[in-house]
């Protein structure tokens, strides 16, 4: 009978046990920690294609499309005002980059190129143009980019500016990557091919694209030479020959001055040597400054 109220109470006892480990709480097992997301360095993104399905509302303001921009590619835009303001560009976010024609539809557009269109299309004098500030695109002017990038004005060429992080890269895809991006022409001597291979590694943001590419050339033994509106990679005795065959052509006769031209005439503006085409009446004009 002891066994049996013995047995009994063990069981209600155990019973009991059974109901309050059921009834507490169960602690949360702990998460299991995902992979943690690691922004994408911004001369990626620059150098992403996508889709762009264009711009047809004529009253698409710059602020539009840098808002579209910044959401589809993940990127932080600031505007230079003083630059702006120097170039009597007050407000240069209501400017209408649709006007007065849409920006077309594109099926595979890098960022970098898209937004050298929208900058193209603002009436801004010295032009508009981009700089890179850390890991964000600084949207300034043609005046204050040449005053920061070349402070000597009398230094040239301007070529354009490139972005880009080249880690133990062959050369020759490293040229191609700058030509591709800048769309200015570059090219290595088939002569040098075997150098082409070499690896490089080099990053360039805001850089001229003759320095980025005078630089890569040096890695590896070689020399630009820039012929028209080429940047030829070639040897050192090769670039020497071109140079002196270049000294040999005969110079440009400028224009004469003022002389008629059908119902224009020609006069002297900017830099020496330069001129431009203006109706007769405006010559006048500007013979009597």
């Known amino acids: 009978m002891r066994r049996i109220a013995a047995a009994i109470a063990c069981s209600a006892v155990l ?44 009253r698409t303001t710059l602020a539009d499309a840098l808002e579209l921009l910044s959401r589809q590619h993940e990127v932080t835009f600031e505007i230079n005002e003083r630059a702006f303001k120097f170039d009597q560009v007050l407000d240069v976010l209501k400017l209408e980059v649709a006007t007065p024609n849409p920006l077309a539809a594109m099926k595979d557009v890098r960022l970098d190129a898209l937004l050298q269109k929208i900058l193209a299309r603002l009436p801004v004098p010295s032009g508009a143009t981009y700089l890179l500030r850390g890991e964000t695109i600084e949207i300034t002017t043609g005046e204050f980019l040449r005053r920061e990038v070349w402070p000597d004005p009398e230094r040239g060429p301007f070529l354009p500016l490139v972005h880009a992080s080249l880690d133990n890269r062959p050369l020759a895809e490293s040229l191609r990557e700058l030509a591709t991006q800048s769309g200015f022409n570059v090219v290595l001597d088939t002569r040098s091919a075997d150098k082409g291979k070499l690896a ?64 224009t005439t020609w006069l002297p503006i900017g830099p020496p040597g330069w001129m431009i085409r203006a109706p007769k009446n405006d010559a006048a004009g500007a013979g009597g400054m």
């Open 15 to 58: 019973s009991l046990l059974a109901w309050s480990w059921a009834a507490a709480p169960t602690s949360p097992a702990p998460a299991t920690p995902g992979p943690v997301k690691v922004a994408e360095p911004l001369l990626a993104r620059l150098a992403r294609h996508s889709a762009f399905t264009g711009f047809d509302d004529p």
């Open 200 to 263: 490089v590694t080099a990053h360039f943001r805001n850089t001229p694209l003759d320095a980025a590419v005078g630089l890569l050339a040096d890695m590896a033994g070689l020399v630009p030479v820039q012929w028209d509106n080429v940047l030829y990679v070639t040897t050192p005795e090769n670039a020497k020959a071109l140079k002196a065959r270049a000294r040999q052509k005969p110079p440009q006769q400028p224009l004469p001055v003022g002389e008629p031209q059908g119902e």
